[in-house]
């Protein structure tokens, strides 16, 4: 089986700028989770999709936002850029069974560099 | 709010040696995991912990729960440098919650 896939690896941004991360999770995995990685402030989680709705979300601003489509594809995006917004951004996917028995997938990740 | 804490935060230790890494978290939580991250890559899961008393072992490293103390531990016996990387243990308190991570524990094996 494909792996997940982020793309793009790389971005670089200007503050006030906007961006589009994708994420293309493992096939099958219906859920889909994405994370903040600063080397300050570790992994933050900002939130999981499963089946097309936001399950779970964490404590960021709502300048992130992320989406989920049909076949589990998942976008983020964050307007209007802030300097601290620059980091490595995790998609993991994972297959919720009722054994419980699922880690979750990562990605490569997104760095994004804002300027 | 579910909190995930690891001690210690930097390891360093001599090839050879035995050493374990503890990941406390604050509420009761299905599910224990632990991942290794090498510098400037992504995370690989190592471990899923799902019962009281479980134990895990790949290797060189062996992991544990305890879920009334809510504290799991990862050893590492005979440390190679192969090893050097980041820790993470992780929490979610059912499997429909957020998975929660711990700072990570930077393991550096000297030779």
């Known amino acids: 089986k494909a792996g997940v896939t982020q793309t793009p690896r790389y971005l670089i941004k200007t503050r006030g700028q906007q961006v589009t991360l994708s994420c293309s999770p493992i096939?099958?995995?219906?859920?889909v989770s994405w994370y903040q990685q600063t080397p300050g402030q570790g992994l933050q989680f900002l939130f999981e999709?499963?089946?097309?709705?936001?399950?779970n979300k964490g404590n960021f601003p709502g300048r992130f936002s992320g989406r989920q489509f049909s076949n589990s594809r998942s976008e983020m995006n964050v307007s209007t850029l802030e300097l601290g917004d620059s980091a490595l951004y995790l998609c993991?996917?994972?297959?919720?069974?009722?054994?419980?028995?699922?880690?979750?997938?990562f990605g490569n990740g997104t760095r994004l560099t804002v300027t | 709010e579910l909190k995930v804490e690891q001690n210690p935060l930097f390891l360093s230790m001599q090839e050879g040696k035995n050493y374990t890494i503890y990941c406390n978290y604050s509420t009761t939580s299905d599910r224990l995991y632990w991942y290794r991250q090498d510098p400037g890559k992504s995370l690989e899961s190592l471990f899923v912990?799902?019962?009281?008393?479980a134990v895990k072992q790949e290797g060189r490293l062996m992991a544990s729960l305890d879920t009334k103390a809510r504290l799991s531990t990862l050893h590492i016996t005979a440390a190679v440098h192969d090893l050097s990387a980041t820790y993470f243990c992780a929490v979610d308190r059912t499997s429909y919650d957020k998975v929660i991570f711990g700072p990570g524990t930077s393991l550096s094996v000297i030779p």
């Open positions: 912990l799902l019962s009281n008393g």
């Open positions: 999709y499963f089946s097309e709705t936001q399950r």
């Open positions: 993991a996917s994972s297959d919720p069974k009722h054994d419980g028995n699922s880690p979750l997938h």
């Open positions: 096939s099958g995995h219906r859920s």
